[in-house]
């Protein structure tokens, strides 16, 4: 089975610019998340999907991060555009179903932003 | 507040026993994560503890107490590919399904 795929492994762009970032879930996991990790700080959860549904977004540091997951398979999340606090490893996790008594969140490999 | 502690670096010999500690102070607790994290790659789940006790999964062990507020991850016979970031994080079932981590403690494993 394969696990959790995010892309790209890496990304540097501008300050300005605008960068897309894309995870690909354990298929058949209805629940999608994510986090971030900035450097030196602890991992920092983003923003939660059921299916296709945003189930909470209270992590979600301002409005220039935009996270979708159409049709409830992948999901983007889109920062336009980047600030240089942004600059972070960007992880998804993907877990099964909700109301699992044991619901185990499975991580990708990250992908790391570097916003210049 | 939320707030999950554990130490920053740890360093052991292979072979022997270490003992990674987890305090946490959270709203809405269902569970403890703990998860292994080598330099660039995914976090990898090791255990999740629900109950009071110790559950025991070949070389790692790992502990809860509810009413303290506390966990920790034992890893027996130590070897050099156990060198790695170990993370712990508190898991809360509600509506909020969200894990609350820890800075995660880097443990180097020394020949």
């Known amino acids: 089975e394969a696990g959790v795929t995010q892309f790209p492994s890496h990304s540097v762009i501008e300050k300005g610019q605008t960068v897309t970032l894309r995870c690909d879930p354990i298929s058949g996991h209805d629940n999608l998340y994510w986090y971030r990790r900035v450097m030196g700080k602890e991992i920092k959860f983003l923003l939660h999907f059921v299916k296709e549904s945003k189930q909470d977004e209270s992590g979600m540091p301002n409005n220039r991060f935009l996270a979708e997951r159409t049709g409830g398979t992948y999901s983007t999340l889109k920062v336009q555009p980047a600030e240089l606090e942004d600059s972070g490893v960007y992880f998804c996790?993907?877990?099964?179903?909700?109301?699992?008594?044991?619901?185990?969140?499975?991580f990708g490999p990250g992908t790391r932003l570097t916003v210049l | 507040g939320q707030n999950i502690d554990q130490p920053t670096e740890m360093t052991a010999t292979e072979g022997a026993i270490v003992q990674i500690n987890c305090t946490y102070q959270t709203s809405g607790f269902n569970g403890l994560f703990w998860y292994q994290q080598h330099a660039g790659e995914a976090p990898t789940f090791l255990s999740y503890n629900v109950l009071d006790g110790l559950e025991e999964k070949g070389r790692f062990s790992s502990f809860l107490s509810r009413s303290k507020g506390y966990s920790y991850l034992l890893l027996k016979e130590l070897q050099m590919k156990d060198s790695a970031s170990y993370l712990c994080?508190?898991?809360?079932?509600?509506?909020?399904?969200?894990?609350?981590w820890g800075l995660g403690t880097s443990l180097a494993v020394n020949p």
């Open positions: 994080a508190a898991f809360n079932a509600g509506n909020n399904r969200k894990l609350i």
């Open positions: 996790a993907s877990s099964q179903k909700r109301g699992a008594s044991t619901d185990t969140q499975y």
